[in-house]
Every structure is written in C-alpha cells, then in structure tokens.
C-alpha cells in the first residue's frame, strides 16, 4: 500500500470550511483513498472514501486530484466537536492491511 | 445498538502474567483487526482476520496471539506481557473485501505492563 504524507497539524475558525491536504504520491490504480479520524482517545471514525471519483457525504467532502498523487478531506462548516487527529490512508480494496500513519492534529478555533 | 466492545477498558498488569483482552461485534461483520496505538507512531495493526479460523500478522505481531473461533469474536492474547506493550489498544470489525473501508472501532483498552 501506497504511503500517506500529511502536515502534523492545523488550525481552523470554527464555522469556516477546513481543508486536510494528503500526499499520497505512489499511489497504484486499484488503491482506494480513505479518511478516519480520533477524536481525544476514542476509535477511530471512518468518514469517507474514494478512488477517482470526488465523493460527499454528510460529514464530508473528498476531491482526489486527477493525477490521484494528493487529495483533500474538506469539512464545510468546521465547528469544535470536529478537533481531532485525522488520518489519510491509501489501500487496495482487496487488501488486508491498513496503515494509519500519524495523521493531521485539527484543531477548531472558537 | 451496532457496536464493538471491548473488554477490559483498562488494565495494569506485571511483567510475564498472561492476559487476554477480548473484543466482540454485533454487526456480522467477518473482518476484524487489533491495533495499538503509541505516542509518536500512530496506529499500527497487531493481528487481523478475514473470516472464522483465518487469522493473519498486520505491522507488530511480535509478542501477541489471537484467534478467531467464533465470528463475533476475536480476542488479543498476551502470553507474557513485557514494559514495551504498555499501549492504547482498539478492535476494529468492518464487512468483507470491498467495504473494508468503513471499520468500525471499539472504545480502546489501556493497558500498562509494569
């Protein structure tokens, strides 16, 4: 599986849109884009995902670019329940394995 | 209520007794992982299973065992715990191959090995 890079940290104003950025260079053609993310100590929450396509769901926004080496997770509304770390991982869709990596602090700013 | 649990939450524990943590879904779910999570270093996958009886190593096996008898179930057992695997556990379940994406999380175990 292909290796993520993502900034150790951000900030955003809460109610702005927040913008994760994710490199993820050597990524193969079969291999998906996920998004998850810890709040404090709890599981992790699986957000979204994609392969080529942008994708939007209640929580989320996902554009992966087109030559699919970066993406964005993009939450519209940012408010403080969304402080946490968030982490981008690529994987097959077959594949056993995920890799977490140490993801992205946000932090959401009153 | 669709759920992973896990048990115990916490645990302190010496070195060399051996301990089981258990882990269970209620959602059918045939795929199941153990992570532990680190300062520093993120989450990294200890064990997974595909199905009942298919059981395979993720990142850090080393000093775990796990086993799958029952589908609901998938506890992480620790023959003789040492210092190094004091760490924030967590169990995750998620459907078969192609909806591996959305794995579902229990609400972690702390354990402490002195």
């Known amino acids: 599986d292909a290796k993520t890079t993502q900034p150790t940290s951000m900030d955003c104003a809460e109610g702005r849109a927040a913008n994760l950025p994710c490199n993820h260079s050597?990524?193969?053609?079969?291999?998906?884009v996920y998004w998850y993310r810890q709040i404090h100590s709890q599981g992790p929450q699986y957000i979204i995902h994609g392969l080529k396509n942008n994708e939007t769901n209640e929580m989320a926004s996902l554009i992966i670019t087109e030559d699919r080496k970066s993406s964005t997770l993009i939450l519209p509304h940012a408010t403080l329940r969304d402080t946490a770390v968030y982490y981008c991982i690529v994987r097959v869709a077959t594949g056993n394995q995920f890799y977490f990596g140490t993801g992205t602090s946000l932090t959401v700013i009153p | 209520e669709a759920q992973v649990t896990q048990n115990p939450r916490y645990l302190i524990t010496v070195t060399g007794k051996k301990l089981t943590v258990t882990c269970s879904q209620n959602?059918?779910?045939?795929?199941m992982s153990w992570y532990r999570q680190d300062p520093g270093l993120g989450l990294r996958q200890i064990y997974y299973s595909m199905n009942v009886e298919v059981t395979d190593k993720g990142d850090v096996p080393e000093g775990y065992k796990v086993s799958r008898k029952e589908k609901r179930n998938f506890p992480l057992i620790l023959e003789s715990p040492s210092p190094n695997q004091t760490s924030l556990y967590f169990c995750a379940s998620s459907f078969g191959i192609v909806e591996l994406g959305e794995q579902y999380f229990g609400p972690g175990t702390r354990l402490t090995v002195t």
């Open positions: 050597t990524i193969s053609g079969n291999e998906y």
């Open positions: 959602m059918n779910h045939e795929y």
